[in-house]
């Protein structure tokens, strides 16, 4: 696994493909202009209505809260009625609010999921229309969790470049719906939301200043999906869908790629984790992100830890958690943050953000999505049923 030196170094024993971008290199000009900086101005995010709590799911799996609790962090998660575009459009137009700026002048919108529920046309398309952002470019980026951070890395570059000044980038995901409620070990792990952040042109030297995207070799098996897209299966109705989650391997791997990942945004900005201000990691597990912390010698108190509230909400934790943290005010102006992810693939990386001045909200979205009527176990029916789980005498709705 390597060993942490003092200067917080890690040796590992493998190099993944990888991607960096320096912020030093903002000198070089690209046609007339020189390279911008990319500062986060807007936020925002949607949590679904509908609670899935861990005493919940011991009613429908055999499991119990403290099982769960004791292997993952996880206490709940939240279960959508709405699909991936829909709770990303609500979470950009929060995002555009907190920023005060129109959806007419944004750019590009980037949806990084890994649970559309169409791959074509785009589900980003489908965010531009419902915003009303009549100039922006728009597309969909699956790299499972990572997805939200990769695309912050491709718009804030796009920025630098002064291809476009104005981006926004959605973590969004209804994985409940992938959940085999027959698998113990991983039908408790996941959850649904969305959060997007606004990204404008700076020149300032804010954002994201220097980021690091990897891909652990020959770990694709150890968290798939099969039938998770498009598939001969589908002509002869074959296709079930069933996470396979070697949870032992992933945690290594995972550790691994993003403890790479952040030696190497931490050299390329000449830092070390006492010049770390905030550490907001993928939430994954409880274990995952103390072992990150133990390796970075970082103490817990400056770490944000969403995980028992959310659940893995893949390319949504990030900026789930960021908006938490802003809204409770963890998030301070000046603050240098530590970001790290991985998902399936394995892919990984991470990234140094500088906070800018901008910690309130310029206005408030009055936008909102229409409850469910109907409890978390009315929701689901459908899959325990797919599934083979006997829930009837938990709905309160009649099929």
Same mark, same amino acid.
């Given at each position: 696994?390597?060993?942490?030196?003092?200067?917080?170094?890690?040796?590992? *024993?493998?190099?993944?493909?990888?991607?960096?971008?320096?912020?030093?290199?903002?000198?070089?000009?690209?046609? =007339?202009? *020189?390279? $911008?900086?990319?500062?986060?101005?807007?936020w925002g995010s949607y949590v679904?209505?509908?609670?899935? +709590?861990?005493? =919940?799911?011991? $009613?429908?799996?055999? !499991?119990?809260?403290?099982?769960?609790?004791?292997?993952?962090?996880?206490?709940?998660?939240?279960?959508?009625?709405? *699909?991936?575009?829909?709770?990303?459009?609500?979470?950009?137009?929060?995002?555009?609010?907190?920023?005060?700026?129109?959806?007419?002048? &944004? /750019?590009? &919108?980037?949806?990084?999921?890994?649970?559309?529920?169409?791959?074509?046309?785009?589900?980003?398309?489908?965010?531009?229309?419902?915003?009303?952002?009549? $100039?922006?470019? %728009?597309?969909?980026?699956?790299?499972?969790?990572?997805?939200?951070?990769?695309?912050?890395n491709v718009a804030t570059d796009?920025?630098?470049?002064?291809?476009?000044?104005? #981006?926004?980038?959605?973590?969004?995901?209804?994985?409940?719906?992938?959940?085999?409620?027959?698998?113990?070990?991983?039908?408790?792990?996941?959850?649904?939301?969305?959060? #997007?952040?606004?990204?404008?042109?700076?020149?300032?030297?804010?954002?994201?200043?220097?980021?690091?995207?990897?891909?652990?070799?020959?770990?694709?098996?150890?968290?798939?999906?099969?039938?998770?897209?498009?598939?001969?299966?589908?002509?002869?109705?074959?296709?079930?869908?069933?996470?396979?989650?070697?949870?032992?391997?992933?945690?290594?791997?995972?550790?691994?790629?993003?403890? =790479?990942?952040?030696?190497?945004?931490?050299?390329?900005?000449?830092?070390?984790?006492? /010049?770390?201000?905030?550490?907001?990691?993928?939430? %994954?597990?409880?274990?995952?992100?103390?072992?990150?912390?133990?390796?970075?010698?970082?103490p817990m108190e400056k770490v944000?830890?969403?995980?028992?509230?959310?659940?893995?909400?893949?390319?949504?934790?990030?900026?789930?958690?960021?908006?938490?943290?802003?809204?409770?005010?963890?998030?301070?102006?000046?603050?240098?943050?530590?970001?790290?992810?991985?998902?399936?693939?394995? +892919?990984?990386?991470?990234?140094?953000?500088?906070?800018?001045? $901008?910690?309130?909200? !310029?206005? &408030?979205?009055?936008?909102?999505?229409?409850?469910?009527?109907?409890?978390?176990?009315?929701?689901? #029916?459908?899959?325990?049923?797919?599934?083979?789980?006997?829930?009837?005498?938990?709905? +309160?709705?009649?099929?």
């Amino acid at each position: 696994m390597g060993d942490t030196s003092k200067n917080n170094s890690f040796v590992l *024993s493998y190099k993944p493909a990888s991607i960096t971008f320096d912020e030093r290199t903002k000198t070089i000009k690209s046609g =007339d202009q *020189s390279l $911008k900086y990319a500062e986060i101005t807007g936020w925002g995010s949607y949590v679904p209505q509908l609670v899935m +709590t861990n005493d =919940d799911m011991s $009613k429908v799996v055999d !499991t119990s809260d403290e099982w769960i609790f004791s292997r993952s962090g996880i206490k709940q998660r939240y279960y959508s009625h709405v *699909s991936t575009g829909k709770m990303a459009w609500l979470a950009c137009d929060r995002a555009l609010a907190t920023a005060g700026v129109d959806a007419e002048d &944004i /750019d590009l &919108i980037i949806l990084g999921s890994t649970s559309a529920e169409e791959i074509c046309p785009n589900t980003a398309s489908y965010i531009k229309n419902e915003l009303g952002a009549t $100039k922006a470019a %728009a597309f969909d980026l699956n790299s499972a969790c990572t997805s939200w951070f990769y695309g912050v890395n491709v718009a804030t570059d796009m920025i630098k470049a002064g291809s476009i000044k104005k #981006a926004l980038v959605v973590g969004s995901e209804r994985i409940s719906l992938a959940m085999d409620w027959k698998k113990r070990e991983s039908c408790f792990l996941f959850g649904d939301g969305a959060g #997007a952040v606004l990204l404008e042109a700076s020149d300032k030297k804010v954002g994201l200043l220097s980021a690091h995207m990897g891909c652990v070799p020959d770990s694709r098996e150890c968290l798939h999906l099969p039938t998770w897209g498009m598939s001969p299966l589908h002509f002869t109705d074959d296709v079930f869908i069933s996470l396979n989650f070697e949870g032992q391997e992933i945690f290594k791997s995972a550790v691994r790629g993003m403890a =790479d990942s952040i030696s190497q945004v931490l050299e390329q900005e000449g830092l070390t984790a006492d /010049d770390i201000d905030l550490f907001i990691p993928h939430q %994954a597990n409880i274990r995952i992100i103390q072992t990150l912390a133990k390796r970075l010698n970082f103490p817990m108190e400056k770490v944000v830890v969403r995980i028992d509230e959310y659940a893995n909400t893949s390319a949504a934790s990030i900026p789930l958690a960021l908006c938490d943290a802003i809204a409770d005010g963890t998030v301070k102006p000046g603050m240098t943050i530590l970001t790290a992810t991985f998902g399936a693939g394995l +892919t990984c990386g991470a990234g140094i953000i500088r906070w800018g001045e $901008k910690v309130t909200a !310029t206005t &408030i979205s009055e936008s909102e999505i229409p409850e469910y009527d109907g409890s978390v176990f009315d929701l689901m #029916a459908d899959s325990f049923v797919h599934y083979g789980v006997d829930a009837q005498h938990l709905l +309160t709705k009649s099929s």
